[in-house]
Structures are given as C-alpha cells and as structure tokens.
C-alpha cells in the first residue's frame, strides 16, 4: 500500500513493503530515501513542538521590525502608520506560518531511528487513516510471524527485548509474554556465565 503527500513543494511517498516502510522525500534541496524496519515502528504518535530554532526566527523578525522602525524615524519618512501595518502583517504573518508549518505534521514515534513525519490529513484524513491502519496490520502480522516464538538462532537479550516489545504494542498479552520469557529462559539455561562470591 502506498500514501503520497504533497506540501509545499516536497512530495513524501511511503509505502509499505514485505518488511518495513520505506519513505522517499522529494524537494528542491534534493531528494531522500530510507526503509524503517517493522521492528523499529511504535504506535506512539507525537506532536512537533516548537524547538529553539523556531523562537529565534521571531525573535528575528521582531528585531527586524524594531529596528525598521527606528530607521524610518531618523530619515523622517512620511505615512509611518501604512508601513508600520504592513510590517506588523508580516511579522504577524511569519509568526503564524512558523505555527502553522508545526501544527501541519504529525510524528510517529521509532526505536534506534527518526520518528516518521507525516503531513496531518493529507492528501484526506480518511486516506490518511487507511494507510495508518494498514501499516499497524502488516507491522502486526510480520512481528507476530517472526518473533512470536523462541528462536535459538537469536540472542537471548534480543529476544527478550523483542517479546517486551510486542506486549507493548498489544500485539501479545501479559499471558502470553510470561509464557514466552519462560520459554526463553529454558532455552538459553545453562548458557549463563554466573559469577562467583569471592
């Protein structure tokens, strides 16, 4: 399944494959692509918040606006109260589209990666939803086939980490993850190094 978004002038794909998602990112600074493995994919989604960088762009602005006003004063320019409205509008304008531009996207959380940004409800938030669903399900399905059962051939750590982790997608129940860890542990008995009291 694949989802397209387009803002302003980047082009997202994300489409899902036989074992993660891959993301391709298209704009005029150039073109991006990754694969997210189903492993690495929680089903927390995070608001963007804004960051230093964004309180810096206005307090730019803000520091532009002042000192274009001081410098209209001292060359005596006429019809002050025009410009001073126009420059208003576009501080007021740069701050809004700072905000707006954050509150557009939606961030779904990932271990040991970026988290995947996603465009709120675009190209529709019925499209948007279908895709979302469908990730959760094939992310599901793979998991469950591949992890749902002691492998020798894994480590135990991984493992361990891994049954902790279906839990917590809900993938498991707390039943069926102590089954597992019990599983786990008969398996790799013996295979501990344990320390002495000396």
Same mark, same amino acid.
Request: glycine residues 6%; contains cysteine.
């Given at each position: 399944?694949?989802?397209?978004?387009? %803002?302003?002038?980047?082009?997202?794909?994300?489409? $899902?494959?036989?074992?993660?998602?891959?993301?391709?990112? !298209?704009?005029?600074?150039?073109?991006?692509?990754?694969?997210?493995?189903?492993?690495?994919?929680?089903?927390?989604?995070?608001?963007?918040?804004?960051?230093? &960088? %964004?309180?810096?762009?206005?307090?730019?602005? #803000?520091?532009?606006? $002042?000192?274009?006003?001081?410098?209209?004063?001292?060359?005596?320019? !006429? @019809?002050? #109260?025009?410009? +001073?409205?126009?420059?208003?509008?576009?501080?007021? #304008? #740069?701050?809004? /589209? &700072?905000?707006?531009?954050?509150?557009?996207?939606?961030?779904?959380?990932? &271990? @040991?990666?970026? /988290? $995947?940004?996603?465009?709120?409800?675009?190209?529709?938030?019925?499209?948007?939803?279908?895709?979302?669903?469908?990730?959760?399900?094939?992310?599901?399905?793979?998991?469950?086939?591949?992890?749902?059962?002691?492998?020798?051939?894994?480590? +135990?750590? +991984?493992? +361990? /980490?891994?049954?902790?982790?279906? %839990?917590?997608?809900?993938? &498991? !129940?707390?039943?069926?993850? @102590?089954?597992?860890?019990?599983?786990? @542990?008969?398996?790799?008995e013996g295979e501990f190094i344990t320390f002495s009291k000396n």
């Amino acid at each position: 399944m694949k989802l397209v978004q387009k %803002h302003r002038g980047e082009r997202r794909t994300f489409l $899902i494959q036989a074992n993660g998602l891959k993301i391709s990112e !298209d704009s005029s600074f150039g073109t991006s692509r990754r694969t997210i493995p189903f492993e690495n994919i929680t089903n927390e989604f995070v608001s963007l918040k804004f960051n230093p &960088i %964004h309180y810096l762009v206005i307090i730019v602005l #803000g520091v532009l606006v $002042i000192f274009s006003f001081l410098v209209l004063k001292m060359y005596n320019i !006429d @019809d002050l #109260g025009k410009i +001073y409205r126009w420059i208003l509008i576009f501080l007021v #304008g #740069g701050i809004f /589209g &700072i905000y707006n531009f954050k509150m557009a996207s939606t961030v779904l959380r990932c &271990i @040991d990666f970026e /988290g $995947i940004e996603f465009y709120k409800n675009e190209p529709s938030k019925k499209e948007m939803d279908l895709f979302i669903k469908e990730l959760f399900k094939r992310r599901n399905l793979y998991l469950e086939e591949r992890f749902e059962k002691v492998n020798p051939n894994l480590n +135990y750590e +991984y493992q +361990y /980490g891994m049954f902790y982790h279906l %839990h917590s997608l809900e993938i &498991i !129940d707390s039943e069926k993850l @102590d089954k597992l860890i019990s599983e786990l @542990d008969k398996a790799f008995e013996g295979e501990f190094i344990t320390f002495s009291k000396n």
